[in-house]
């Protein structure tokens, strides 16, 4: 307990308004579960992307749990962050396998590439730097993980190409001579309208149109209409690993999901394909599952 | 009832004793640091090792956790015990050599050096405060935090917890904190400030973001005008 970290803790004190109605939505879903505690923080954490004193405070409130103990178990996992973390997290394992690989040296041109130490975050908010102790896939070593992306046997050349990557974002794909990636129509299956908007193109083909919602804010997002293709563009920024909600934009309705991505449980949202048959693509932000029935 | 043999005598206890309250009953000593009456066991410093077994399946248990079993062989003063204890002394001397109640140890189990990488440590994470303030004082207000090399104990966010009312129990009650506010000389300075407050945070309107000996500490407050 050094005397010096009291300075070092006033500037965490969020200034962030939190919804208290969020924070209690998700205790709803967790009541009764008596270990739940776990869960309930990651799912905070996965809304704010770290944990916000004040909902910390209202879990405590509401499970009748001591702060100490939340606090306790929010700061032992190094998962669940109390700092507002960058919109890109790089984790640069250093681990004894990836150590011995020349992890420090990675780490070391990923601090001074960003400018900062790790454990810290940029100050345009764009990137966390966090290490961590083996991924459990040291023959690949040194390991970093950007944004859930892994990059194995990564040295320091390599470094500042996958900054730039990171910053253009892992999820736009690159359009080759792939025969599995063609075009599809589809349509919203409650009004039949079709969601395709032919005023603006992704990859060159007219973009699949929809409302996303996410924190009491609408917005739209283009789809790419190729099939095999992640690339889209969003009204606003979706953070990594948030699952949103996909409306009609001309009936409003949510697109009804009847199953569950089998990759990360969120829902999948389904869309006519016009012609005949369902293709579904998964709510969360990184998430690549999706599936196509044609009939 | 459950009987067992403690150095080679029989002693018969109450179902759900550990085998330190029942060497104590039958009278054998065994000296203990993060244990103390009216608080769960925790067995955090394993300074009250014991033997127990026979044979090469003989292993160190800490007598405050283990459980008093039918038959149970015990030995609270065989050679790997009384080997074990002092190198969990030494080890506690090099992270927390300023403690009187280490030191008393130290010496009285015949601690002459100490071989390791001397630190100043102001806590030894015994947890006696963090179980004192939660079930004697039913508070709560300090616990443990993070984890491995950084793991500490303190309010969350380090700043005055509300449910602390000042009792001073954590502070009754650690083997570490006569020196816990050290300023830069660690070595040198015998502060000791917080334990001659009585009671403990008096002006308590004075000093009203303080913490017993917690950050920040109040002895040091008052030093500093
Ligand atoms: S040490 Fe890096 S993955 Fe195991
Ligand atoms: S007294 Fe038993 S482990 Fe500390």
Known sequence: ?295 | MITLKINGLDVTVEKGSTVLEAANFIGFPIPTLCHMDGLTPYGACRLCVVEIGEGPGAKLVSSCTYPAEEGLVVRTASSRVLEARRMVLELLLASCPQSKTIQDLASAHGIRRQRFRQEYEDCILCGLCVRMCAEQMMAGAIGFRNRGENRSIGTPFDIKSEECRLCGGCMYVCPACQLRCTYTEPEKAVCGGCANLTPPCVEKEQFKDMMCYMNPCVACEIKKD
């Open chain 1, 1 to 295: 307990m050094g005397q010096g970290n009291i300075a070092a803790h006033e500037e965490n004190v969020d200034v962030e308004e939190i919804e208290p109605g969020d924070i209690l939505k998700i205790l709803k879903a967790h009541q009764g579960d008596v270990g739940g505690l776990i869960s309930i923080l990651q799912e905070i954490q996965s809304t704010y992307g770290y944990l916000p004193a004040e909902a910390l405070r209202i879990v405590g409130r509401q499970t009748g749990r001591s702060m100490v103990d939340i606090y306790g178990v929010a700061t032992f996992y190094r998962s669940f962050s109390l700092k507002p973390r960058g919109r890109h997290l790089i984790c640069a394992c250093l681990g004894t396998a990836c150590h011995v690989r020349g992890a420090p040296r990675v780490v070391d041109e990923l601090e001074q590439q960003l400018g900062i130490k790790a454990g810290q975050t940029t100050e345009d908010k764009e990137f966390t730097l966090e290490t961590l102790n083996c991924l459990g896939a040291c023959a690949l070593g040194p390991v970093v993980v950007i944004d859930g992306h892994y990059f194995s046997k990564v040295t320091r050349a390599r470094i500042r190409p996958l900054l730039d990557k990171a910053l253009e974002g892992f999820d736009t794909t690159e359009l080759g001579k792939d025969s599995r990636i063609f075009p599809i129509e589809v349509s919203c299956p409650h009004c039949g309208h079709s969601l395709m908007d032919d005023g603006s193109t992704i990859d060159g083909h007219p973009s699949i149109k929809v409302t996303i919602s996410m924190d009491h804010r609408d917005g739209w997002l283009r789809l790419s209409s190729l099939y095999g293709s992640y690339n889209f563009s969003s009204e606003f920024e979706v953070p990594h690993n948030t699952v949103v909600r996909f409306l009609c934009p001309s009936c409003r309705e949510e697109l009804p999901s009847t199953s569950d991505c089998s990759t990360c449980g969120a829902p999948m949202v389904p869309m006519l394909v016009n012609g005949g048959g369902i293709v579904k693509v998964c709510s969360r932000r990184g998430c690549r599952n999706h599936m196509l029935d044609l009939i």
